[in-house]
């Protein structure tokens, strides 16, 4: 029992570990506009999938299931070791339920447990078949063949019992049998603890994990005793324009810069335990603080993030929210306030803090502050642009494809906002079409008005724009009045947006096409018809996700899959572009791989746009 116990607390932390992983990848999806076939294949793409069911309200159409819930497999040992991991989810407008597979990693717990159990059951097997011989031999051998046997599982050796020369083979056998077990269980309990560390410690900031911070919030729920305090918490609002612009090194250090940045502010509270509960978000509760108290340490981490941002060279170094904790208090309330502060905090400028005492009132504030921050850019009409050039691979020049331009938003005082957050609210409040028209018109105004700026320019729009018909209309009648500027611009679109219809993906390329302008599909290789794409819409350039990158050198999963890419893309000649260039081997290694395009930190930092 002893085995199993250890084995099922191993299984216990390994499900942890899945689960942590599928929470992860369903964490950025709050609504879901295509089937669920789609979306099955978007999650079993990073995770082992045994059931899914996803069920939609409004158009049964999109319902789909795959797998069962229940495992096939046969193993005796299952029924002690169950394989019965997953969860439920609400993905707007539809409900999710899925049963998660543990692969390799629970085979391997379950032939080790079956090697323990036989070890045991052989030893002591042998040892009662020696008592009876030494029973019908020697009666006066029973009772310290009885001690050897009861003696097994304790850690001492048995040396001191006195047997007959003859009978030391036994006592030597037993105590290497003893001396096996107990290494077993060693190994057991080291392999536990250390996965406990993967699922319970974050590996880039050494802070606790998110699942470690969800028990905290779980405790303070069912906490009897009054407590009480605050939390601060934090979002690197920076993390994906640093991972894409300097590369993913760069964004390991801004994490563990922004980890040691709370540490030290927070070092006169000893109580004070911080998480890293997102990619770019951190925590730190604050028992027994007064939210007052805990306002003023706010000044202090705004004061440090601004120094930081000075060595950083970005627009931010991060936002901060504060939100007061009791007993009772719900976990869903607690993680919506300091959405809600955060978000406010953002519209703000750069490291700006907003400190939430109530959920109701401050959330509907939040979410007003940034529709009417949202309206007053598109009433402004003032945006700032940088430029990444895209390296040319072909015939061994350093000629350019194209610039991407990388927009940047600020507020009215002027204060730089978060890229990533202004798309996002955007998108939440109705108010992207009219975003993504804004920054098309300015990039327009900018090339007519600056004569040497003749190079060709990619510009990011949402899919969301891009397959509304009277975003097409209002494009052409655009590009009708400025016809010589058409073939300077290059849209650029993530795949898993145009994905979600591939038909009017099809149109919006063809119409872009019939105005002299081009098109770039972005984040390519992630979507489950990546190669259906070639057929069907024919873009201008595809570029390949950064993922396909990271060390490439070594990985030869992504070698086959850019080499299969890049041969198909020439067939129909597609170029290719690979993104996210960190290093001289992976340039050197994806040159190998014959694509048309590189992009990246190490080919050229983005540089601001001056006007001539």
Not at 125 to 152: H, P, S
Not at 537 to 565: A, G, H
Request: overall charge positive; charged content about 25%.
């Amino acid at each position: 029992m002893l085995a199993l116990h250890y084995q099922k607390s191993k299984l216990d932390t390994v499900g942890s570990l899945a689960i942590s992983q599928y929470q992860q990848s369903i964490k950025e999806i709050k609504t879901w506009e295509g089937t669920g076939k789609a979306l099955y294949k978007e999650l079993s793409t990073h995770n082992l999938i045994r059931f899914f069911q996803y069920i939609d309200p409004q158009n049964s159409d999109n319902n789909y299931t795959s797998g069962q819930i229940l495992s096939k497999e046969k193993h005796l040992l299952s029924y002690f070791l169950p394989d019965n991991f997953g969860m439920t989810s609400s993905i707007k407008p539809g409900r999710l339920q899925v049963k998660l597979e543990l692969g390799t990693e629970r085979q391997k717990i379950l032939n080790e447990t079956k090697i323990l159990l036989i070890a045991l059951v052989v030893m002591y097997f042998t040892a009662a078949i020696v008592a009876y011989i030494c029973f019908r031999d020697k009666k006066l051998l029973i009772k310290f063949l009885a001690e050897i046997i009861n003696d097994i599982p304790n850690s001492k050796n048995l040396h001191h019992i006195r047997l007959p020369r003859n009978y030391q083979p036994i006592i030597e056998s037993v105590n290497n049998c003893r001396n096996l077990i107990a290494s077993k269980f060693d190994l057991i309990i080291q392999e536990n603890e250390k996965l406990n560390r993967n699922v319970f410690v974050d590996d880039i900031t050494k802070l606790k994990s998110r699942q470690k911070f969800s028990h905290y919030l779980t405790s303070i729920r069912d906490e009897v005793k009054p407590v009480f305090g605050c939390m601060i918490f934090l979002r690197a609002s920076e993390l994906s324009s640093i991972n894409h612009e300097r590369g993913r090194t760069s964004g390991d250090q801004y994490l563990i810069k922004i980890a040691n940045i709370l540490t030290e502010v927070t070092k006169k509270h000893p109580d004070s335990d911080h998480f890293r509960i997102s990619s770019a978000e951190f925590a730190v509760v604050l028992p027994n603080l007064s939210f007052n108290d805990s306002k003023k340490l706010l000044e202090s981490l705004k004061a440090t993030l601004d120094e930081y941002q000075q060595t950083l060279k970005a627009q931010s170094a991060g936002h901060v929210g504060l939100i007061p904790y009791k007993s009772g208090s719900q976990p869903s309330s607690l993680v919506a306030m300091a959405d809600t502060a955060i978000s406010i905090a953002q519209t703000l400028g750069p490291n700006a803090y907003h400190a939430t005492k109530e959920l109701n009132s401050d959330e509907q504030i939040g979410d007003n502050r940034w529709k009417i921050t949202i309206q007053n850019i598109l009433k402004r009409r003032t945006l700032t642009f940088y430029q990444q050039p895209i390296q040319s691979c072909r015939n061994n020049t350093k000629s350019i494809f194209y610039q991407e331009l990388l927009t940047r938003f600020s507020n009215r005082e002027g204060k730089a906002l978060p890229t990533a957050a202004v798309i996002a609210m955007a998108e939440r409040h109705g108010l992207i079409i009219e975003l993504d028209k804004m920054i098309i018109e300015n990039v327009l105004k900018l090339v007519k008005h600056n004569p040497k700026l003749n190079s060709t320019y990619g510009i990011n729009i949402s899919a969301a724009s891009a397959l509304q018909p009277s975003f097409i209309a209002w494009m052409k009648d655009l590009f009708k009045q400025h016809p010589k500027l058409a073939s300077k611009i290059i849209l650029e679109i993530k795949e898993t947006g145009m994905q979600t219809n591939v038909l009017a993906a099809a149109n919006f390329v063809d119409q872009a096409h019939k105005i002299g302008a081009r098109v770039s599909i972005e984040s390519f290789g992630t979507g489950f018809t990546a190669f259906k794409f070639f057929k069907d819409i024919r873009p201008d350039f595809v570029k390949l996700d950064s993922s396909f990158t990271r060390e490439i050198e070594s990985d030869e999963e992504n070698k086959f899959f850019v080499k299969m890419m890049v041969d198909i893309a020439r067939r129909i000649n597609v170029p290719v572009i690979a993104t996210s260039i960190e290093s001289q081997s992976e340039k050197q290694e994806l040159e190998k791989l014959l694509v048309d395009g590189l992009q990246g930190f190490y080919i050229s930092t983005p540089k601001k746009l001056m006007p001539s």
